[in-house]
T-cell receptor, first 114, second 116 residues
């Protein structure tokens, strides 16, 4: 049973470009969460999605950031017009549909904005 | 507002001894607590959890204790091994008994170094 998959593992963008981060949850999991870890900090919740629905986006910056989890395919976190402060590790987690208590994390995407 | 706090940024323990990592929380709505282990450049790995109706949960070398009145939990690792050297994150969520999935709130982590 494959774990949570994220790609790319490393992403370099110049200021003003767009970044797209992908996440495929574990098989059988229908809940997806995105977290961000800034250097020397803990993980901070960004958004929680189920298939085709955003359930909680209270941690997502209001501008430039968006997330989706379509019926088919991976969840995507999109950052438009990236700035240096967006440089961080972005982690995706998934949990089964019955309850969201234990979340299983992917390896992360490390975004560097030049 | 840091709702989950790990006040010790680092801890060094000799191999074979007990490691005790501490975590405090402020939100009374939290009803499920988890510990994750993280190596550099990898994602967090789930270690052990405890629900608010229990005060202890044990899994092999790992035991988590919960003191609800003090809003405090701790992770005990015994005996500690060099492979345990990593950053340990405490996390909490409030959705378990409402049957709804919920976001995790993380502490800032404790870096454990197990020395030979």
């Amino acid at each position: 049973n494959a774990g949570v998959m994220q790609n790319p593992r490393h992403l370099v963008r110049r200021r003003g470009q767009e970044a797209r981060l992908r996440c495929s949850p574990m098989k059988g999991h229908s809940h997806v969460y995105w977290y961000r870890q800034l250097p020397e900090e803990g993980l901070k919740f960004m958004v929680y999605l189920q298939k085709e629905n955003i359930i909680d986006e209270s941690g997502m910056p209001k501008e430039r950031f968006s997330a989706e989890f379509p019926k088919e395919g991976p969840s995507i976190l999109r950052i438009q017009q990236v700035v240096r402060g967006d440089s961080a590790a972005y982690f995706c987690a998934s949990s089964p549909p019955t309850s969201g208590d234990t979340q299983y994390f992917g390896p992360g995407t490390r975004l560097t904005v030049l | 507002d840091q709702q989950v706090k790990q006040n010790s940024p680092s801890l060094s323990v000799q191999e074979g001894r007990i490691s005790i990592l501490n975590c405090d929380y402020t939100n009374s709505m939290f009803d499920y607590f988890l510990w994750y282990k993280k190596y550099p450049a990898e994602g967090p790995t789930f270690l052990i959890s405890i629900s608010s109706i229990k005060d202890k949960n044990e899994d092999g070398r790992f035991t988590v204790f919960l003191n609800k009145s003090a809003k405090h939990l701790s992770l005990h690792i015994v005996p500690s091994q060099p492979g345990d050297s990593a950053v340990y994150f405490c996390a909490a969520t409030g959705g378990r008994y409402t049957g709804t999935a919920s976001k995790l709130t993380f502490g800032t982590g404790t870096r454990l170094q197990v020395t030979l």
